[in-house]
């Protein structure tokens, strides 16, 4: 019995009309969507509201409702770098937005994962210290991207810069790999519901000894990083600085750095 005439598989040639119609309407709709972006950008001016526009904890509201969203096809890469430019280009039209990169002596991952969370809008530079890099991130509209590289405690720094946090863990999918570089910057970090919390100590304890102690106080952390007599954890959950199960964690100089959303796809 044949299938009805509905049902026909369409040939390739309506397949490619369909996605002409379908970029053309895109287009549109990016064009339209730049277009409002400017008109955000313009009404801040006016305001005098030239502070630093990026909200890391939006985005990843943002960026967590579509990937939960029903999908028959995109995939949650694709939703997300397409996502992650759109707000990038956006948020470059309000001020001077720029990237400062540092990766070590192999600094091609950190550029990579630069790239794919804060998208082509920004201006990069690489540099050959992190010194240079945080220093960076403290300038207007700036953000550093450190990789976690080897017998180098960058991230101890954070705990004499309380103004400049970590915000982002990167890459945001677990399926472009482990998280091997962090964002900083000069802004608020909020709670976003799916969050991992930065904490340091100097604790001389195993790793194994500061978890297991940090467990029995509610608390579930795993070890991200081990240099210069430092130890950085990663805390299940948003945690603040004050917060007392920390303060009686081991430790005598110890301290939240940041917080970041969780991987989206974990």
């Not at 969050?195 to 991200?224: N, P, R, Y």
């Amino acid at each position: 019995m044949g299938s009805d005439a509905g049902d026909a598989t369409p040939s390739l040639d309506e397949v490619r009309w369909r996605i002409d119609a379908i970029d053309g309407e895109l287009l549109a709709l990016l064009d339209e969507r730049a277009g409002l972006a400017r008109a955000v950008a313009a009404a801040k001016q006016a305001a005098g509201d030239t502070g630093f526009g990026l909200r890391p904890g939006r985005e990843a509201l943002i960026i967590r409702k579509l990937v939960e969203a029903p999908r028959k096809a995109a995939s949650d890469a694709l939703v997300i770098r397409l996502w992650r430019e759109l707000m990038a280009d956006s948020l470059a039209r309000q001020g001077p937005y720029h990237l400062t990169v540092w990766g070590g002596a192999n600094p091609a991952r950190a550029v990579e994962l630069a790239r794919l969370r804060f998208g082509v809008a920004p201006p990069m530079k690489v540099v050959a210290s992190d010194k240079d890099a945080l220093a960076a991130a403290k300038t207007p509209w700036g953000v550093g991207v450190l990789g976690l590289v080897p017998d180098n405690a960058w991230w101890g720094r954070l705990l004499a810069e309380p103004r400049l946090k970590i915000f982002a863990a990167l890459p945001c999918l677990e399926r472009w790999g482990p998280q091997a570089a962090f964002a900083v910057a000069e802004v608020e970090v909020e709670p976003t519901g799916g969050d991992q919390t930065f904490w340091v100590t100097d604790s001389s304890k195993t790793s194994a000894a500061i978890i297991e102690a940090l467990s029995a106080d509610g608390v579930a952390a795993d070890l991200v990083a081990e240099a210069g007599g430092l130890k950085l954890l990663s805390l299940l959950g948003f945690y603040q600085a004050g917060d007392e199960r920390l303060a009686r964690a081991p430790g005598s100089l110890t301290g939240v750095i940041g917080a970041a959303p969780t991987q989206f796809d974990v």
